[in-house]
T-cell receptor
Framework: NAGVTQTPKFRILKIGQSMTLQCTQD?????MYWYRQDPGMGLKLIYY???????DKGEVPNGYNVSRSTTEDFPLRLELAAPSQTSVYFC????????????FGDGTRLSIL | AQSVTQPDIHITVSEGASLELRCNYS??????LFWYVQSPGQGLQLLLK??????LVQGIKGFEAEFKRSQSSFNLRKPSVHWSDAAEYFC????????????FGKGTHLIIQP
C-alpha cells in the first residue's frame, strides 16, 4: 500500500548545483502533480501531467523541468539551484476525475545554501 | 482564476471544545472543494471533499464541512477536538474537476490547549 513515494526526504544543495526529485505512484493514476510549500503560503502548483508523455506548467514553473515517460514516475529536475528554491516539495497523483482527490507523498525538504 | 482564503492563520482551542475553521473560495462555476490535514513533517491527508449533492459532508476523524454557495464558504467543523488534531489544515478548490491541479489556501495552524 505504498501510494505516492518521494525520494529523497531531505537534501542540501549548493547554489548552482542540479538535482532530480523522484516521485513514483502505484495507484495507476493518470494525473500527477508537483507542488512546493513555503511557510505561510500554502501549496503552489509547479507542473502537472495528465499522462505519460504529456506535461504542463502550473503556477510557478520557472527553474524547474519535468518529464513523464511512464505512468508511475514523474521526476522534477532543478538545473541551477537557487536559494529561492528552498522549500518543501510535494508530489501528488489522482485519477483526474473531479470528485476524486489527489493523493500526496510525504514530501522532500530541500535547502539551497 | 480560482482562489481560496483561509482568514485564520492560527487558532487555539481547548481540548474537548468545538472547532470551526473558515474557508472562502472564489470560482465561477460549481467548485470541487477539499479539506486536507498536514501533521508536522508529513504529507497531506484528505479529510473530506465536496463536489455535489448534500451540502453537509462527513469526513474522517469526526470532521464535517458545510458548503454554502451564497457565502462562497466551505467551513470545517468538529464538535469536540482531541490533542491529536493539532496540525495544519488546508482548504483547496479544484478547477476543471481538479484535473489540472488544486488551488490551496495558506492554511490554518490549529493549536490544542490541554
Amino acid at each position: 500500500n505504498a501510494g505516492v513515494t518521494q525520494t529523497p526526504k531531505f537534501r542540501i544543495l549548493k547554489i548552482g548545483q542540479s538535482m532530480t526529485l523522484q516521485c513514483t505512484q502505484d495507484m495507476n493514476h493518470n494525473y500527477m502533480y508537483w507542488y512546493r510549500q513555503d511557510p505561510g503560503m500554502g501549496l503552489k502548483l509547479i507542473y502537472y501531467s495528465v499522462g505519460a508523455g504529456i506535461t504542463d506548467k502550473g503556477e510557478v514553473p520557472n527553474g524547474y523541468n519535468v518529464s513523464r515517460s511512464t505512468t508511475e514516475d514523474f521526476p522534477l529536475r532543478l538545473e541551477l539551484a537557487a536559494p529561492s528554491q528552498t522549500s518543501v516539495y510535494f508530489c501528488a497523483s489522482g485519477p483526474g476525475l473531479g470528485n476524486q482527490p489527489q493523493h500526496f507523498g510525504d514530501g522532500t525538504r530541500l535547502s539551497i545554501l | 482564476a480560482q482562489s481560496v482564503t483561509q482568514p485564520d492563520i492560527h487558532i487555539t482551542v481547548s481540548e474537548g471544545a468545538s472547532l470551526e475553521l473558515r474557508c472562502n473560495y472564489s470560482y465561477g462555476a460549481t467548485p470541487y472543494l477539499f479539506w486536507y490535514v498536514q501533521s508536522p513533517g508529513q504529507g497531506l491527508q484528505l479529510l473530506l471533499k465536496y463536489f455535489s449533492g448534500d451540502t453537509l459532508v462527513q469526513g474522517i476523524k469526526g470532521f464535517e464541512a458545510e458548503f454554502k454557495r451564497s457565502q462562497s464558504s466551505f467551513n470545517l467543523r468538529k464538535p469536540s477536538v482531541h490533542w491529536s488534531d493539532a496540525a495544519e489544515y488546508f482548504c483547496a478548490v479544484g478547477a476543471g474537476g481538479g484535473a489540472d491541479g488544486l488551488t490551496f489556501g495558506k492554511g490554518t495552524h490549529l493549536i490544542i490547549q490541554p
